[in-house]
């Protein structure tokens, strides 16, 4: 694909006229939100770290790989924690 919609109306686009047809989708779903567009690149990998923090101190952090291609995945991701 060349470009993904996240959010409620999230689509994926593979050209121009698809892309116009999924912006139009999503201005019905909200015209108040703007519109995440995130471009795909083939091949990639996505690597992510997460973290969680108290009283403004981290307490732990992680750092993960997704196992689908990057750009895929609309928030349920699968993840793997490298060795």
């Given at each position: 694909p060349?470009y993904?919609?996240?959010?409620?109306a999230m689509?994926?686009?593979?050209?121009?006229?698809q892309?116009?047809?999924c912006?139009?989708?999503a201005a019905?779903?909200?015209?108040e939100?703007p519109?995440?567009?995130?471009?795909f690149?083939?091949?990639?990998?996505?690597?992510?770290?997460?973290?969680?923090?108290?009283?403004?101190?981290?307490i732990?952090?992680a750092?993960h790989?997704?196992?689908?291609?990057?750009?895929?995945h609309?928030?349920?991701?699968s993840l793997v924690?490298p060795p």
């Amino acid at each position: 694909p060349s470009y993904v919609l996240s959010g409620a109306a999230m689509n994926v686009a593979h050209n121009d006229k698809q892309l116009r047809a999924c912006l139009d989708e999503a201005a019905e779903v909200s015209q108040e939100h703007p519109v995440v567009i995130s471009d795909f690149i083939e091949g990639a990998v996505e690597i992510e770290m997460d973290g969680v923090g108290k009283d403004g101190e981290l307490i732990a952090a992680a750092i993960h790989e997704h196992i689908e291609n990057a750009g895929v995945h609309s928030g349920d991701a699968s993840l793997v924690l490298p060795p």
